[in-house]
């Protein structure tokens, strides 16, 4: 097991988010009001902020943030950055977010199925369905079949008059 932290900047992506991550299977979370030391500094009016940052952070009107925090299994990770990428985007962008996690040693407490509405297992499974018949589709739409059962000769006339 790991604990997921998001520090969450993009507020704008919280719902969906958090609707994205129950619908991967990761259904219980605690979600924190929190603020990065810059801007608390900032509206400390602090002297180790000089005017320059300070005024960075107090024009764009984003004050805050949410620390998310979950406790996910191990086979959960890939899932859920993949459903962060998708609401948040590029992590590495910045004003986005934080992600990483820490290995849990002991957990008690926590039930199997949090509220969660479909398991991992099952979303994977329904990716690879559609991904599946996606592929099938594309492949049928390549495909022209030749008409069967048509006389050599009928064959023949209807290349002469295709030319």
Same mark, same amino acid.
């Given at each position: 097991m790991k604990l997921m932290v998001i520090i969450l900047n993009k507020l704008d992506s919280l719902e969906y988010l958090l609707e994205g991550l129950s619908a991967a299977g990761i259904g219980g979370a605690t979600i924190i009001e929190s603020s990065g030391m810059a801007m608390t500094l900032s509206k400390l009016d602090s +002297?180790?902020? $000089?005017?320059? =940052?300070? $005024? #960075?952070? $107090?024009?764009? /009107?984003?004050? &805050?943030?949410r620390t998310i925090i979950s406790v996910i299994?191990? &086979?959960?990770?890939? =899932? !859920?950055? @993949?459903v962060i990428y998708s609401t948040v985007g590029d992590l590495s962008m910045p004003n986005t977010g =934080? #992600?990483?996690? #820490?290995p849990i040693d002991f957990a008690e407490g926590i039930r199997k *199925?949090? /509220? +969660?509405?479909?398991?991992? $297992?099952? =979303? @994977? @499974?329904?990716n690879i369905k559609h991904e599946k018949s996606e592929s099938d589709a594309s492949a !049928?739409?390549?495909? @022209?079949?030749?008409? +069967? *059962?048509?006389? !050599?000769? &009928?064959?023949?006339?209807?290349a002469d008059t295709d030319q």
């Amino acid at each position: 097991m790991k604990l997921m932290v998001i520090i969450l900047n993009k507020l704008d992506s919280l719902e969906y988010l958090l609707e994205g991550l129950s619908a991967a299977g990761i259904g219980g979370a605690t979600i924190i009001e929190s603020s990065g030391m810059a801007m608390t500094l900032s509206k400390l009016d602090s +002297t180790f902020v $000089s005017a320059s =940052i300070r $005024s #960075l952070f $107090s024009s764009d /009107g984003n004050e &805050d943030n949410r620390t998310i925090i979950s406790v996910i299994r191990n &086979d959960q990770l890939e =899932i !859920a950055r @993949k459903v962060i990428y998708s609401t948040v985007g590029d992590l590495s962008m910045p004003n986005t977010g =934080i #992600l990483f996690t #820490l290995p849990i040693d002991f957990a008690e407490g926590i039930r199997k *199925n949090r /509220g +969660t509405m479909r398991k991992t $297992s099952q =979303i @994977k @499974k329904e990716n690879i369905k559609h991904e599946k018949s996606e592929s099938d589709a594309s492949a !049928a739409a390549e495909k @022209k079949p030749e008409p +069967t *059962n048509v006389p !050599a000769q &009928d064959k023949q006339e209807k290349a002469d008059t295709d030319q």
